[in-house]
């Protein structure tokens, strides 16, 4: 069965500091990933995918994200941490299926201090 | 967040009450979902429309009955609810093909039930 762990409740850093929010999936077949970003009393906004290709997948606000086969994991990073980060981040990894079914990990509150 | 629209942002109701949740999608997309999320649990899938279709029902109480009249628009009907249906009710939709899978959030609406 497909599964996504997001293993820290809450990851904080400082601002300027490059940030990692980690991500490991369980998956049968090739996995299709995503990070989604929420901030607070909005929906969930995507920022980014991996599908297939090149490890390193580019996103939104400049966030990317490393896909790691043999680790199974798929950590999103960000250079330089803003302020305006601060958000829930969730991965999610596509279920079987014929549609769209996304299977979210719990969530990682991301705090950047100033 | 104009591309996937949610009424009313809050709603407030009594266990006796009858409410409706209303989600429409400008995208063009032909699946559609509702996703309830609690505090301190993951995302959970609720309800997944295909072409107006119920492709999935998460083994979800009867006190919540969704409706898709068409492609753009979703409800979900509330009646006897319990205080423990308190929750953020998110819409989403996608469009069912090989190259895109990501999902596009609604706000939410903040359901309180008294």
């Known amino acids: 069965a497909q599964s996504v762990a997001q293993p820290e409740d809450q990851v904080n850093v400082a601002e300027g500091n490059p940030l990692t929010v980690k991500c490991t999936y369980s998956?049968?077949?090739?996995?299709?990933l995503f990070w989604y970003v929420q901030y607070p009393n909005r929906g969930l906004q995507f920022l980014l995918k991996?599908?297939?290709?090149?490890?390193l997948v580019k996103g939104s606000y400049g966030f990317e994200a490393e896909f790691n086969k043999s680790q199974t994991s798929f950590h999103l990073k960000k250079p330089s941490a803003l302020v305006s980060d601060s958000a829930l981040y969730f991965c999610?990894?596509?279920?079987?299926?014929?549609?769209?079914?996304?299977?979210f990990g719990a969530g990682t509150r991301l705090a950047v201090h100033p | 967040e104009t591309g996937v629209t949610q009424t009313p942002r809050h709603l407030v109701m009594g266990m006796t009450n009858k409410k409706s949740l209303k989600c429409e999608q400008h995208l063009g997309h032909n699946a559609m979902y509702w996703y309830k999320q609690s505090a301190k649990k993951p995302l959970e899938l609720m309800f997944v429309?295909?072409?107006?279709?119920?492709?999935e029902n998460n083994s979800v109480p009867s006190r919540f009955s969704p409706e898709c009249p068409n492609s753009s628009h979703l409800f979900l009907h509330l009646h006897t609810l319990q205080p423990e249906d308190s929750a953020l009710y998110l819409c989403?939709?996608?469009?069912?093909?090989?190259?895109?899978?990501?999902?596009?959030f609604g706000p939410g609406t903040r359901l309180t039930v008294t």
């Open positions: 989403a939709s996608s469009q069912d093909n090989r190259d895109t899978y990501e999902q596009y």
């Open positions: 999610a990894v596509r279920g079987s299926g014929g549609y769209n079914k996304l299977i």
């Open positions: 991996y599908i297939t290709g090149d490890n």
């Open positions: 998956v049968s077949g090739n996995p299709y």
């Open positions: 429309y295909n072409f107006k279709e119920q492709t």
